[in-house]
Each structure stands twice: as C-alpha cells, then as structure tokens.
C-alpha cells in the first residue's frame, strides 16, 4: 500500500473513532436528559407505544433495568460515557496527525474487541457481529501494517 493509501485508510480509521465518540457522547447526554424521571413509568409507555406485551420476557427485562436506574447510576454512566468519547476524540486526532501513540491505541483497543466479537459469532452469528469483527480485523491489520512500516523507517 503506498504511503497516500496508508494516509486515506488512518483518516478512514480517524473517522470511524471520531464517529463512535460522538454516538456515544450523545447517549450520554440522552442519559442525562433521564435525570429525575420515573422510569418506570416511561418503560412502560415505551412497551406500549411500540405495542408489545410487558409481561412478556424482553419487555419485561426492559422495564426492571429501567426501573433499577436512579440519578447517581444515570451520572456514572453519562460520566463513563464522556470518558469513552474523550478516549475516541483523543484516537482519531492522533490518527489524523499521524501520532505513534494513537496508532498503538488504536490497535490495542481493536484487539481487546478481538475475543468478544467472536464469542458473539459463535453464540449467535448475526450479520452485524461479522460486520464488526470484519471492520475491527482489518483496523487492526492495517494499524499492525501502519507500526511495522513505521519502525522499519527508523
């Protein structure tokens, strides 16, 4: 791969971080917006309004997992979330200006996926766990290739 379309696949790959922290970013702020709301009571007009049984399983689960939210768990999470954010923000600007930590972290972070991705798979293969194994493997291949070609310059 020439040096140009090793530099289109970093952005590519900056672009794809900075798009993961900003989804997550704006649940976070989703999550604050729940902030002193009866849960329970919007877990239930959500079941309802998408005309689903909630004495049903799924449903059912829903509504308990909002109902066990309060404001503390909702500011830890909105918190967790802006760390996440910070961390992808933080990746794909070393991306783009092709820093040596940000492609370390990069594939690091792309490993870590690595395991649960294919647990996933071989629980229940869904095109959308191949997909996100795909992407991942080749993120960490090309941030693999990008180091080597990196630290044979030097």
Known sequence: MTSSGLRKSLDVVAAIEAAKGTIVLLAGFGLLGLLHKDLHALSGD????LHMNPARKYPHIFID???SLND????????????YSTIRFAEAY???KQKTWAEWLALVGG??????ELYEIFKKPSFIHVS???VNLVIVLLMAKVL??????T
Request: aromatic letters at 10%.
């Open 46 to 49: 959500i079941v309802a309004h």
């Open 65 to 67: 997992l909002m109902s």
């Open 72 to 83: 503390r768990r909702l500011w830890l999470m909105s918190g967790m979330a802006l760390l």
């Open 94 to 96: 070393g991306l783009w």
């Open 111 to 116: 490993c870590i996926y690595l395991p649960f």
């Open 132 to 134: 996100a194994l795909v």
């Open 148 to 153: 080597l070609q990196r630290r044979s310059r």
